[in-house]
């Protein structure tokens, strides 16, 4: 399967501050990546799908200019929280597309 | 939206036994996968199923995709320490690129 990785693992922000996360395909090429969100003790929940080289597409409730993804090359796509809030504390992790889908190890957000 | 009801949501077994959980929807999914989650890490894929009917085996673990396509099961025979950690299933729209995911299983085995 794909090899995904993500920097950082963790963070820990102040709130009002932005964070940008990173999610690479280390052995596959991706035109599409998918970033989700899960709060403790809870299930993955799809925030927006990252295209390469156009706009992200975002699930409804998930609010495009506070969740800013870029995604410009096939290989990285940077999800940035912008003015981070405390409920903007979370474990966020991408995905990539293939036969199936596989997963990054997640990076968990901590805004204080 | 789409959702899924997976059930049991915890299950505390002793090692050796079987194991079984299932997720079932009232909306039609093309793909059904099954994922392990340990704490602090991203889901790891165990058993991707593509066909209505189709019986996919993994080791110990079997998983079927429901002949209405609303439905899968997961299956893990004679549990050992280390399949402690939560399942989840996923019902894959658009192919398997976009997911919905069910609301986990957490297994915890008693040695």
């Known amino acids: 399967g794909a090899v995904v990785s993500q920097h950082p693992s963790w963070v820990i922000c102040k709130s009002g501050t932005s964070v940008k996360i990173e999610c690479r395909s280390l052995?596959?090429?991706?035109?599409?990546m998918f970033w989700y969100r899960q709060f403790p003790k809870q299930s993955l929940m799809l925030m927006a799908t990252?295209?390469?080289?156009?706009?992200?597409?975002?699930e409804q409730g998930v609010e495009k200019d506070k969740f800013l993804i870029n995604h410009a090359s096939l290989t990285l796509s940077t999800l940035t929280v912008t003015s981070a809030h405390p409920e903007d504390s979370s474990f966020y992790i991408c995905?990539?597309?293939?036969?199936?889908?596989?997963f990054g190890p997640g990076t968990r957000l901590t805004v204080t | 939206g789409q959702q899924l009801n997976q059930s049991p949501q915890s299950m505390f077994i002793q090692e050796g036994e079987d194991v079984s959980m299932n997720c079932t929807s009232s909306?039609?999914?093309?793909?059904w996968l099954w994922y392990k989650q340990d704490p602090g890490e991203g889901p790891v894929l165990l058993i991707a199923?593509?066909?209505?009917?189709e019986l996919t085996s993994n080791g110990r673990l079997t998983a079927q995709f429901g002949i209405t396509r609303k439905d899968s099961f997961l299956n893990i025979s004679a549990s050992i320490p280390s399949d402690v950690g939560i399942y989840f299933c996923?019902?894959?729209?658009?192919?398997?690129?976009?997911?919905?995911f069910g609301q986990g299983t957490r297994l915890t085995i008693n040695p």
């Open positions: 990252s295209n390469e080289g156009s706009k992200a597409t975002y």
């Open positions: 995905s990539v597309g293939g036969a199936g889908l596989y």
């Open positions: 052995d596959f090429q991706a035109t599409t």
């Open positions: 996923a019902g894959g729209i658009q192919g398997a690129q976009k997911l919905v």
């Open positions: 199923l593509y066909k209505a009917g």
């Open positions: 909306s039609i999914f093309n793909t």
